[in-house]
T-cell receptor, first 112, second 111 residues
Framework: SQTIHQWPATLVQPVGSPLSLECTVE??????LYWYRQAAGRGLQLLFYSVGIGQISSEVPQNLSASRPQDRQFILSSKKLLLSDSGFYLCAWSVSEVTGYTFGSGTRLTVV | QKEVEQNSGPLSVPEGAIASLNCTYSDRVSQSFFWYRQYSGKSPELIMS????GDKEDGRFTAQLNKASQYVSLLIRDSQPSDSATYLCAVNEAAGGKLIFGQGTELSVKP
């Protein structure tokens, strides 16, 4: 069966520090991968999505970047965190838009 | 910009009642529709998908779709306190294939 792993679960980082969040999927090949952010009490904001290795589409211009170095690995990065980067970061995967997305357990990031 | 609209709530219902959650969407050619449940502090969990007009039942949950009115709903029968969560409606963006999420409706089931 397919599983999605996301880590770390929680992270507290100072303003200006770098960020690297990792997501891996098991049990499937060539998944579509997504990074979402959810601010406190808000909806899901799509940040990046990828349909294949090295293929990244950005939905919102901001302080973040994404990479997909392997088929089932998706990384969210920042060189310098801002206070506004705080939130709940969710990785998700799908094999097609018809089946919906499956989310990882999320990373709660607090920038202080 | 494609949109998915939900009443943010909170929607409060007594235990055992029917909870009705509603969602409207703007992309007239969307074909896939989903309901997610998100407990506080947790990630969203897919609970229902619907693709054709009409009703789809799964246990205590019924999803209803009306493409002409661009309207999706979720009914929860015999609501339980464990159903208390935020329910997110998601609609497939026909052009790009991505899911567009609503802001979510907070449901509170009172014992």
């Amino acid at each position: 069966s397919q599983t999605i792993h996301q880590w770390p679960a929680t992270l507290v980082q100072p303003v200006g520090s770098p960020l690297s969040l990792e997501c891996t999927v098991e049990g499937t090949s060539n998944p579509n991968l997504y990074w979402y952010r959810q601010a406190a009490g808000r909806g899901l904001q799509l940040l990046f999505y990828s349909v294949g290795i090295g293929q990244i589409s950005s939905e919102v211009p901001q302080n973040l970047s994404a990479s997909r170095p392997q088929d089932r690995q998706f990384i969210l990065s920042s060189k310098k965190l801002l206070l506004s980067d705080s939130g709940f970061y969710l990785c998700a995967w799908s094999v097609s838009e018809v089946t919906g997305y499956t989310f990882g357990s999320g990373t709660r990031l607090t920038v202080v | 910009q494609k949109e998915v609209e939900q009443n943010s709530g909170p929607l409060s219902v007594p235990e055992g009642a029917i909870a009705s959650l509603n969602c409207t969407y703007s992309d007239r050619v969307s074909q896939s529709f989903f309901w997610y449940r998100q407990y506080s502090g947790k990630s969203p969990e897919l609970i229902m998908s619907i693709y054709s007009n009409g009703d789809k039942e799964d246990g205590r949950f019924t999803a209803q779709l009306n493409k002409a009115s661009q309207y999706v709903s979720l009914l929860i029968r015999d609501s339980q306190p464990s159903d208390s969560a935020t329910y997110l409606c998601a609609v497939n963006e026909a052009a790009g294939g991505k899911l567009i999420f609503g802001q979510g409706t907070e449901l509170s089931v009172k014992p």
